[in-house]
C-alpha cells in the first residue's frame, strides 16, 4: 500500500506529460492553404469565376475546416462548394454530401463531377433536411451554406423540405461532441418573419440563432467576411442588381463536449 502511495505523484505525473507529449491531430486550414486548391486546374472554369464574389477560403478557414475531417454538406446545389471541401479534407477525410430530391438540378451537376474524377472521398445522400443520413454522433462539421432559408421554402407538387425543429435536432444528433455547426445565408431585415425563405430566400439571422440555441447548440463566433451593409435586403436574392453580392451572415456553433 505504501509502495503505492509512494508512487503515486510520478504515475500522475507521467500521465500529465503523455497527455501534454501527445501527437495531435492536422491543424484547420487557414486562408492561405486554400490557394493550391482554388488553383486546381482540374476545378470546372465556371467555379472559378465565382470565387473573388463568394470568397471559399475566408470562409471555410473560419469554419476551421481539418484534414481528415468527416463534414455533412446540407443542400449541397452543383457541388461548387463540395468540390473545394473533398480537397480540403483529403483522401483521410470523408465529405456526405446532401440534397432534397426536389432539388434535382444537383443529380448532373454532381454527377458530372464524379465523371470527372472528382470528390472521390464523397458520399451523396438524397434526403430532407430532417432526416439527414449520418449516425449519431459521427461528424466533424456540418456546413450549410446559403441554405437555411430553404427550410421555410415549399417546392411545387412538395410538402416541404422538412420540419425545422426536427431539422436543427437532426443537426445535433449527427455532430460528435464537440463537433461544429457552420451556417450561412442571405440576411433578411431584422424581425422579418421565416416565410421571407419562401419568397426572396432571406433569413433573420436571428431565427438561425435562435434555432441552433433551442437545439443545444451552442453560438461560438460570427464573421463579416461577406456582409455588405448595402444591400437591399427586401430583395430577391437572384435580383441582377445584388446577386452575388447580398448581406450574408456567417455563424459558427458547437456541440457541448
Known sequence: MKLAIRFAPALALLAIAACATAPKGPPALAAGDYAAILADPGRPEADRKDDEARKPAEVLAFAGVH??????????GRGWYSDILSSAVGP????????????????????????????????????HFDKLEAADGSVDKVLW??????????????????????????IMRVLKPGGEFIAMDHAANAG??????????????????????????????????????????????????IRRHTDQFLFRFRKPA
Open 67 to 76: 484534414p481528415g475531417d468527416t463534414i455533412l454538406e446540407m443542400e449541397a
Open 92 to 127: 483521410a477525410g470523408k465529405l456526405i454530401i446532401q440534397y432534397p430530391a426536389e432539388f434535382a438540378y444537383g443529380t448532373p451537376a454532381l454527377k458530372a463531377r464524379t465523371d470527372a474524377g472528382r470528390l472521390k472521398n464523397a458520399t451523396i445522400t438524397i434526403t
Open 192 to 241: 422579418d418573419p421565416t416565410t421571407t425563405g419562401a419568397t426572396v430566400h432571406r433569413i433573420d439571422p436571428a431565427s438561425v440563432l435562435a434555432s441552433a440555441k433551442a437545439a443545444g447548440l451552442v453560438f461560438v463566433d460570427r464573421s463579416d467576411v461577406l456582409a455588405n451593409p448595402t444591400d437591399d435586403r427586401s430583395k430577391m436574392v437572384f435580383d441582377a442588381t
Open 145 to 170: 451554406i446559403l441554405g437555411p432559408h430553404e427550410i421555410y421554402y415549399t417546392p411545387k407538387d412538395s410538402t416541404g423540405l422538412g420540419d425545422p425543429r426536427k431539422t436543427y435536432a437532426e
